[in-house]
């Protein structure tokens, strides 16, 4: 298929649908495997069908001494201790919430890069993070209430998906020199691959304390979707389709996660979200769209980088 801005305007908005169903896959998977059986079993099976663009990527790149720690710590920061608080945060609070304080990443990637690397802060970044930051907060207490710290598993695992956030935009931050050294493809290939340095001892001794997970149909189809479509499909057409249009075209489509997101939470697992959690949503979407106007660098980058979060 000959690509032109306009498929690829398509593509990246059925990438975006497609990271929209993986909160609510997770929430119906987490029912009976743990948050670590189920990043070991995602990551195994992505692994797979990712190990030929890794073996073919270094065989034609050179790799330093000194980007080997890098590559550690984007892979730390992105697929170890990310999704361990992303899916230990989603197994306590909805997939609704998960799908729109996920929004918020580019938000905070643009404060890390503002205090890590000194980059520039137009008025309207400072506004959007303002906005942003009020929308996780009213997400956080179910509305515009005085502090509640502590007052249930809802707001733990809110906090939790908000804490993989900033892991999130530290991989993206740390990881903004490796992407242009390297393939976007090559370096998640790599980092995938490297968590289950992680992934699989831990799961290993979770069955042996707990016991193997009773997998299901729906669990395993739940992994196998956020593993192939999620996982490898929808970075694969990301990162293709970004060949064709700007960080800012397509930063608009990112919108069509929390959204779609929501909207299957509601439709496959009944929940219903709150006037407050809704609020809450629609200024974190509103601080994103007034931060990504004039976006810095690194919210660049973080486009660039979108699939990641998948």
């Not at 959204?259 to 601080?287: F, N, Y």
Request: net charge positive; charged share 10%; proline share 4%.
């Amino acid at each position: 298929m000959r690509w032109t801005a306009r498929r690829a305007l398509v593509g990246l908005a059925i990438a975006n649908l497609l990271w929209a169903g993986s909160y609510t896959a997770a929430k119906e998977t987490l029912r009976v495997v743990s948050p670590i059986e189920l990043n070991s079993l995602r990551f195994a099976i992505a692994g797979l069908f990712l190990l030929p663009f890794l073996w073919r990527g270094w065989r034609h790149t050179r790799l330093t001494s000194a980007d080997i720690p890098r590559l550690a710590l984007l892979c730390l920061c992105g697929f170890v201790l990310n999704k361990a608080a992303e899916f230990t945060g989603l197994n306590l609070t909805t997939a609704s919430d998960t799908a729109l304080l996920i929004a918020s990443e580019s938000m905070w990637t643009a404060l890390l890069a503002w205090l890590v690397l000194h980059e520039t802060m137009h008025r309207g970044s400072v506004a959007g993070l303002m906005v942003g930051a009020l929308g996780v907060y009213i997400v956080l207490e179910r509305g515009l209430n005085w502090p509640s710290l502590g007052s249930g598993r809802h707001l733990l695992g809110d906090a939790l998906v908000v804490v993989a956030l900033l892991f999130e935009a530290l991989y993206t931050v740390f990881g903004k020199s490796s992407l242009d050294r390297y393939p976007g493809l090559l370096i998640t290939a790599t980092s995938i691959i490297g968590s289950l340095v992680v992934w699989i001892p831990a799961a290993a001794i979770n069955v042996a304390v707990a016991g193997m997970p009773a997998m299901n149909t729906a669990a395993w189809l739940g992994v196998l979707y956020m593993a192939i479509p999620c996982t490898v499909v929808g970075y694969v057409i990301w990162m293709v389709a970004l060949r064709y249009v700007g960080a800012a075209s397509a930063a608009a489509t990112l919108y069509l996660q929390p959204l779609a997101g929501t909207a299957l939470a509601m439709l496959v697992l009944s929940e219903r979200p709150t006037l407050g959690t809704l609020a809450g949503g629609l200024c974190i979407v509103g601080g994103v769209w007034l931060a990504s106007r004039r976006p810095s660098a690194a919210v660049v980058a973080a486009v660039e980088a979108e699939a990641l979060s998948g």
